[in-house]
C-alpha cells in the first residue's frame, strides 16, 4: 500500500484506480509475453508473428526502447515503464505545468494538444512518434508566450537549473586559501 501510494503521489494519479488500470494493462502484455513464449517453444509459426506484433507495438507505444526487444523485455517491464507514458506524465516533464497534479489540470481544462487534436483524458498513453507533436492547444489561453503561467514555469525552470549548477560552482570555487 505504501508502494501504491509513492506511485499516486510521484505520477499525480487521481486515485488508485488509475494506477490499477495501468497494472492492469500490464499484466495483459506480460500475459501475452508468457503465452508466446510458450507457443514458441512449441514451434508454432504463428507465435513468431505474433510476438513481432507485440513487441512493434510496445515499441511504438515508447514503453520499449531496445533496437531489438525480446519477450523477456516484456516480461521486465515495470508498473512506472506504463505510467511514464501517459500524457500527464508527459506534459509535466516537457515543463507545459508545475507539478503532475497541474498537468492533469491543464489538460483536462482542455489547454493541451497532439498534433491539432485537443485531448482532455490526462491517462492517454502517447506513443513514441506523437511525443513531439505535444504543445498548447491553439485556442487556450495558455499558448501565449507572456501567459502568467507560462512566465512562472520559466522562471521556475531557470531556479532550478541554478540551484542544480550552484552546487558544482562552489566546489570549483577557490576557497581563498583557507
Do not use: C
Request: net charge positive; charged share 30%; hydrophobic share 40%.
Amino acid at each position: 500500500m505504501e508502494e501504491e501510494r509513492k506511485l499516486l503521489e510521484k505520477y499525480g494519479l487521481k486515485n488508485k484506480r488509475e494506477l490499477w488500470k495501468a497494472q492492469s494493462i500490464l499484466r495483459g502484455f506480460r500475459r501475452q509475453a508468457r503465452d508466446l513464449q510458450a507457443r514458441l517453444r512449441a514451434g508454432e509459426g504463428q507465435a513468431q508473428r505474433e510476438t513481432t506484433l507485440l513487441l512493434d507495438r510496445l515499441v511504438r507505444l515508447g514503453v520499449l526502447t531496445s533496437a531489438s526487444p525480446t519477450n523477456d523485455d516484456v516480461l521486465a517491464l515495470s508498473t512506472e515503464d506504463l505510467l511514464r507514458r501517459r500524457l500527464e506524465w508527459i506534459v509535466f516533464t516537457k515543463s507545459f505545468a508545475p507539478t503532475p497534479r497541474g498537468a492533469r489540470q491543464v489538460i483536462v481544462h482542455g489547454h493541451v494538444a497532439i498534433g491539432d487534436h485537443r485531448v482532455t483524458r490526462p491517462g492517454y498513453l502517447v506513443r513514441s512518434a506523437e511525443e513531439g507533436q505535444i504543445s498548447y492547444s491553439p485556442q487556450s489561453p495558455l499558448a501565449s508566450e507572456d501567459h502568467p503561467v507560462r512566465v512562472a514555469i520559466r522562471e521556475r525552470e531557470a531556479a532550478r537549473e541554478s540551484a542544480r549548477s550552484a552546487p558544482v560552482a562552489a566546489m570549483a570555487a577557490p576557497d581563498g586559501g583557507a
